[in-house]
């Protein structure tokens, strides 16, 4: 039996209810796309659905001096927090026991339940030949020696659910109950919830949150979705939920930041709810909480008068556009602003969702503030006239539309002040943070107007 694949997404898919007996092989192609130029794009996230698969010569002859330049072959190492390649510094099989070592197998085999990095020059279409996996797997012992991110992979000839049969999966509260998937054709991770499929023979992130705990991939979370890979906008979005996309068009990738009401969910790390920020290639764009925590899915209890910051970095392009979807799955009487910080200018996305900025080297990195808040006039001018505090290069930068005159005061968290000074008819400041580190409160008092804001000096 061969279940095929080709360039045109029409793949084939099967779900096998019971044992398998008998003799023969399963064939489960899966055709993959090469990575053309730059090195953004081409890579894949794979895994097998066959047990006993070589790695070697199907998907890379390790057996050649040096290995072919055609074809890029890794895994994620959470111990070492590097992706371990399977060639050696001057081309050959990285053999050996160390950790760093891709194996100290002759012929390693794909793990079953694993991912695995790869590209290819060329678009080919590579075989799985095997046994069906058609039992649960268990993933046993997975370390928090750093962040805690293992690169699994789903081992069914069929799409699977992510942690929808959630006493299936086990991962309680040692997982973050989001997992990530690569998504090619931004070059970056896209966050998928519980209930979202993961395509087959696809690679996928977990992050485990407690050291030497498992999980389980169940058969009962198999499902038929002939996704090759996750392409852009992949994700349905649920009721009061926003995506923030910033993408750039010199090397074609994007980066997604989701903000999603839970009433369930505290303004703080919610495991069952948030994400951690994982980098790919893209500009990095993510939501900031209070303690610098990098989420690219934050949950919040409401958007009543909110605030949050975000995190950009940029990669080689100049040119962004900051694209909101999903306005329209809130309350119609919530308007949701995106302040720039660098430019000190605020657009109401519920009349243009589209942002579009620059970004030079240097430039600060919690530029942008999100603002929630009821429609109307008033609200707008508030939001625009509002001042800006932020931390860049060491300092505490102030800015505000209309001139400010006042005094300016620095507190830490025990409400100790640490430092006060004054403005005269300035729209701009800045305080040098000097030693000072960790989170503290800027308060701002103008005309007998008092504004606080906490920021983080890192």
């Known amino acids: 039996m061969t279940i095929e694949s080709n360039s ?73 927090n590097v992706w371990i390649n399977i060639k050696k510094s001057d081309g050959n099989y990285n053999q050996g026991t160390a950790s760093t070592n891709f194996s100290n197998d ?33 993933i046993s012992s997975l370390s928090k020696t750093n962040d ?38 931004s070059a970056s991770y896209t966050d998928i919830s519980s209930g979202n499929p993961i395509p087959i023979m696809q690679g996928f992130m977990v992050q485990c949150l407690t050291a030497s705990s498992s ?71 993510y939501s900031v909480l209070d303690d610098g925590t990098a989420l690219s899915t934050n949950a919040i209890p409401s958007v009543s008068s909110k605030t949050i910051s975000f995190s950009f970095v940029k990669n080689s392009a100049m040119e962004y556009d900051i694209k909101a979807e999903g306005i329209e799955t809130f309350d119609n009487n919530v308007a949701v602003y995106l302040t720039d910080l660098k430019t000190n200018h605020t657009q109401k996305l ?14 600060i990195q919690e530029r942008f503030e999100l603002h929630f808040g009821p429609v109307g006039i008033d609200n707008h001018k508030s939001v625009e006239n509002r001042i800006n505090v932020f931390t860049a290069n060491n300092q505490i930068e102030i800015r505000s539309k209309l001139p400010l005159n006042g005094v300016v005061q620095v507190y830490n968290i025990t409400g100790q002040l640490i430092f006060k000074t004054s403005i ?24 007998n107007k008092v504004f606080n804001q906490k920021v983080l000096i890192k």
């Not at 793949?11 to 008998?22: H, Q």
């Not at 079953?112 to 069906?132: D, E, H, Q, R, V």
């Not at 994700?235 to 910033?246: A, F, G, P, W, Y």
């Not at 300035?426 to 989170?439: V, Y």
């Open 8 to 80: 045109s997404g029409d793949d084939g898919s099967l779900i096998i209810k019971g044992a398998v007996s008998g003799s023969g092989d399963m064939n489960v192609q899966r055709y993959i796309a090469g990575w053309g130029t730059g090195d953004q794009h081409g890579w894949h996230l794979l895994s097998s659905p066959v047990s006993s698969q070589n790695i070697s010569t199907v998907f890379v002859d390790i057996t050649a001096s040096p290995i072919s330049s055609n074809v890029d072959f890794y895994r994620w190492s959470e111990t070492e």
């Open 106 to 138: 002759a012929s390693p085999l794909f793990s079953i339940g694993t991912g695995y990095l790869i590209a290819y020059s060329s678009n080919l279409t590579k075989t799985f030949m095997g046994t069906p996996n058609v039992a649960d797997v268990t």
């Open 148 to 185: 805690g991110w293992h690169l699994l992979g789903n081992p069914y000839q069929s799409a699977l659910l992510w942690n929808n049969t959630t006493a299936d999966w086990g991962l309680g509260t040692n997982f973050s109950t989001t997992a990530k998937i690569w998504n090619e054709s």
């Open 215 to 285: 999980l389980t991939i169940p058969t009962s979370d198999r499902t038929h979705n002939t996704t090759q890979w996750y392409k852009n906008s992949s994700i349905d979005l649920s009721k009061n939920t926003l995506k923030l996309i910033v993408s750039e068009t010199e090397n074609n990738t994007a980066q997604e930041s989701i903000i999603r009401v839970n009433t369930n969910a505290t303004d703080e790390f919610d495991s069952k709810f948030d994400s951690h920020f994982l980098a790919g290639f893209a500009p990095q764009f």
């Open 350 to 363: 519920n009349d243009n969702p589209v942002y579009h900025f620059t970004a030079g080297e240097g430039d």
């Open 424 to 447: 005269h008819n300035q729209s701009s400041a800045s305080i040098n943070a000097g030693s000072l580190k960790g989170i503290v409160i800027v308060s701002v008092v103008d005309n």
